[in-house]
């Protein structure tokens, strides 16, 4: 039997897989098993930030493989200390937790907000203010922090302590936190899976000010816009707020496995011994591959991603089809016009492009390193795809 009716035998069925199997890549290119060559524009949704088995990315994880592949939180091992300390040159945290996944890393962000109120405030200051159509995790309590009431279903009890908020509505913030018991405010700047939507700088603006006035602690979920993603290391910066506390997770590792939460000031030594861990957590080889994501996305990278984001999203909005054109350096969503977004990834993946969608809007996440050629051949299939 083939890989496909062996995955429909023996993997829970929780992902509508689609007709692709993926054998191995280069760069934005992925080869199929049946030999088949496909442009990558979603780099395993946001992952793969260098594109695949980038050889500076391979020596770096091969290497510490075979090195030394793990060793417990309870000793001293480099390469998590090498990165944490890459994060804190280049960003505004003080400390970082490391976790596994971007769930992980907002369960440990979380804890933190709680943690830090409890400390100063005592018990019942604990509930965090997210917005509707953001997108957590998959978590209990990550998907208690979701605003979208699909995820709120089957799992009860869900963890208590959200309350949720339009995005851009300052009023409605303002009235959140005068409720009361509020310890932080959760957003992401540029919502992903609800659809590739900003947030006004305004209302961005608005939540830092009340959180400072407040002492809550504002939370960044920059699982997806992180990293590079949107043109700066964190998207934050595009925003010219100082969050205090940033989760990471997808495209950190380059393909492997990592979380992280930024500690800023306030909460740098707020989780102390034994209060939070994780067994995995600042593996080895996961940090040695981030290490090298880091040390590549410099200043020029960055520019070049802005760069190519620009290009991309002139040459979309001239195609047939096309309304409109959101989101930040190499993080963008496409509404498109008499035609379905689920429809059009999948006629592009029949002409050879794997793209994403984030409900009604195509959705792009190319590697951060993808060649203009290899832009230009992905936006020729989805120009095939929309003329028809
Ligand atoms: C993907 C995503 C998550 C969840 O990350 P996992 O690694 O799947 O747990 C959380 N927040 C945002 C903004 C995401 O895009």
Excluded at 96 to 108: D, L, P, Q, R, T
Excluded at 372 to 382: N, P, T
Aim: hydrophobic share 40%; proline share 4%.
């Amino acid at each position: 039997m083939g890989v496909a009716q062996r995955d429909q035998q023996y993997i829970a069925p929780t992902y509508a897989r689609s007709p692709l199997e993926a054998a191995c890549g280069a760069g934005a290119v992925c080869t199929g098993a049946d030999g088949r060559r496909y442009i990558d524009f979603s780099s395993g949704i946001g992952v793969n930030s260098l594109g695949f088995c980038d050889p500076g990315w391979v020596a770096a994880v091969s290497g510490q493989a075979a090195k030394l592949q793990h060793l417990s939180n309870l000793y001293y091992t480099g390469p998590m200390v090498d990165l944490a300390e890459l994060l804190c040159k280049r960003t505004f945290a003080k400390k970082v937790f490391f976790a596994n996944s971007g769930a992980e890393a907002n369960e440990g962000m979380i804890k933190a907000a709680r943690k830090y109120s409890f400390d100063r405030y005592g018990k019942g200051r604990h509930t965090i203010i997210s917005l509707v159509n953001s997108f957590h995790g998959r978590t209990v309590t990550t998907l208690s922090a979701t605003g979208q009431d699909v995820f709120h279903q089957y799992f009860d009890p869900f963890t208590e302590g959200f309350r949720f908020i339009p995005a851009g509505d300052t009023g409605a913030l303002r009235a959140a936190v005068e409720g009361g018991g509020v310890c932080g405010v959760l957003l992401e700047l540029i919502q992903g899976e609800g659809g590739v939507v900003p947030l006004d700088k305004a209302f961005v603006d608005a939540a830092a000010a009340l959180c400072r006035e407040n002492d809550l602690l504002l939370m960044v979920d920059e699982v997806q816009t992180g990293v590079g993603r949107t043109g700066r290391l964190l998207c934050c910066e595009h925003y010219g707020v100082t969050p205090d506390l940033v989760s990471l997770a997808k495209g950190l590792g380059g393909g492997l496995p990592i979380g992280a939460v930024l500690l800023g000031e306030k909460c740098a030594d707020t989780l102390g011994p034994g209060v939070h861990g994780s067994t995995f957590g600042g593996n080895p080889v996961a940090c040695a591959g981030a290490c090298e994501v880091l040390r590549r996305l410099d200043g020029a990278l960055l520019c070049e991603v802005e760069e190519k984001g620009a290009y991309i999203t002139e040459r979309v909005l001239a195609m047939p089809r096309v309304k409109r054109v959101d989101g930040k350096g190499l993080m963008l969503g496409v509404t498109l016009g008499g035609m379905d977004s689920k429809t059009a990834a999948a006629a592009c993946l029949e002409h050879g492009l794997i793209i994403l969608t984030a409900k009604e809007k195509l959705r792009m996440l190319p590697p951060l390193t993808i060649t203009y050629a290899e832009i230009d051949e992905g936006l020729q299939s989805l120009r095939e795809v929309l003329s028809q």
